[in-house]
């Protein structure tokens, strides 16, 4: 079942039973087929287990079909931590991947039999020494990535020097080094920033004595939105041409991180029409205001980071259309999803029509605000064989 197929059989399903707007609905059988084509992916570049990324989509539904898929997870707090445990995966296959947590924190992990984290300071691996002693650890390394569609700048990642020490220091402390992580930027659109990234992972393993037994490859696996994206094979090469020539025959196993890429594809919002006006005589564009905004699902339209497809719900008529900005419905100026990126709606847009924006699976729902402006999070409904579950 390709993209089009997936985004037909949810407009199928909204024909079918109507949902009040604005809703996202995930077919999981779209989530687990993008699961299998990632293992896959990677199966043919040398094997990776995958870890799926649960802040991208954390719907009780999506994580029960992954863990029938044997899926690993990253999780980042305590609540992702019990979510993942409750839908019944196991303790062993989390890896607290978040950097940043506290001590508080770590020991919950603990306590609920999480054995692999993620650190990339030393107060941090203090505290997992600590609470969670004799656990797996990965170092995660600052990377030199190009800027992909949503970089993380320098938040996350210690420099090769400060890397190499603290996997010393691990193991000092009577913790596993396990190995290196990294993650160069969600919606990665240059696959060579993976090159760069490897390269740095086999200098520390260098200097942290010859090699390392694990390196996770992170996330940042990018879906086309409007413009096109690498295929997912392209990245599973390239990752199997980079470790080749950056550590030889000593390949450490390998982890990757997909978020984005295991759900975005598989999930489509429909919204409706609220105002269609025009704002300055001096500016031909209409304003056309959505039931949706950033507020509640389209938080990634954020300096118009992700610019997704916007389209009438009952398809394209072949209508003459116009230019648009779009914006949300909350009082907050900064509402506003699209004004610089070019948007053209039909002419005759009115409100109470309704607007179809697929690849929506990810980062939408989980990023919704609980009541701005009495505003519910947006409603998410899961589908398989075409049916609610
Ligand atoms: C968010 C995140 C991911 C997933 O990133 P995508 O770009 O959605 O693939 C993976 N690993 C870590 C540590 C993350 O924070």
Request: charged fraction near 20%; glycine fraction near 10%.
């Amino acid at each position: 079942m390709g993209v089009s197929d997936t985004r037909t059989e949810i407009r199928r399903f909204l024909d079918r039973h109507p949902l009040p707007t604005p809703c996202l609905v995930i077919d999981v059988d779209a989530v687990r087929q993008r699961f299998r084509e990632l293992a896959t992916a990677f199966g043919a570049a040398g094997g990776a287990r995958v870890y799926f990324a649960v802040k991208a989509c954390p719907e009780p539904a999506v994580l029960s079909a992954l863990i029938a898929e044997g899926a690993h997870f990253d999780v980042a707090s305590p609540g992702e931590i019990d979510l993942c445990l409750s839908r019944g995966a196991p303790a062993t296959s989390l890896s607290y991947g978040n950097p940043i947590k506290k001590a508080s924190a770590i020991a919950r992990a603990h306590a609920a039999g999480v054995r692999e984290f993620v650190c990339d300071a030393e107060s941090d691996l203090d505290h997992i020494a600590q609470h969670a002693p004799g656990a797996e650890v990965s170092v995660r390394l600052l990377v030199d990535a190009p800027d992909s569609v949503t970089p993380f700048g320098s938040k996350f990642g210690c420099e090769p020097e400060v890397a190499a020490r603290l996997l010393s220091k691990a193991g000092e402390l009577g913790l596993d080094p396990a190995g290196l992580s990294f993650h160069v930027g969600s919606q990665q659109l240059d696959v060579k920033a993976w090159d760069l990234a490897i390269a740095t992972a086999a200098k520390v393993a260098a200097a942290a004595g010859g090699t390392v037994r694990r390196l996770n490859l992170g996330g940042g696996y990018a879906i086309p939105y409007r413009e096109p994206a690498p295929a997912l094979t392209k990245y599973a090469e390239q990752a199997a041409v980079s470790l080749r020539s950056h550590f030889g025959d000593a390949t450490p196993e390998l982890l990757i991180e997909p978020g984005r890429a295991v759900v975005a594809d598989a999930g489509l919002i429909r919204t409706e029409v609220v105002l269609v006006t025009r704002r300055r005589a001096a500016d031909p564009r209409r304003w056309v205001y959505l039931d949706i905004g950033r507020y509640n699902g389209l938080a990634e339209a954020e300096n118009e980071a992700i610019a997704y497809r916007v389209e009438r719900a009952g398809g394209d008529r072949g209508e003459p259309e116009g230019p648009v900005v779009l914006a949300g419905p909350t009082c907050d100026g900064d509402d506003v999803l699209y004004q610089d990126t070019p948007y053209q709606l039909p002419l005759s847009l009115q409100p109470g029509d309704q607007l179809d924006i697929p690849g929506t699976g990810a980062y939408t729902a989980s990023y919704s605000s609980v009541a701005f402006n009495g505003i519910e999070p947006l409603r998410t409904y899961c589908v398989s064989g075409g049916r609610l579950i």
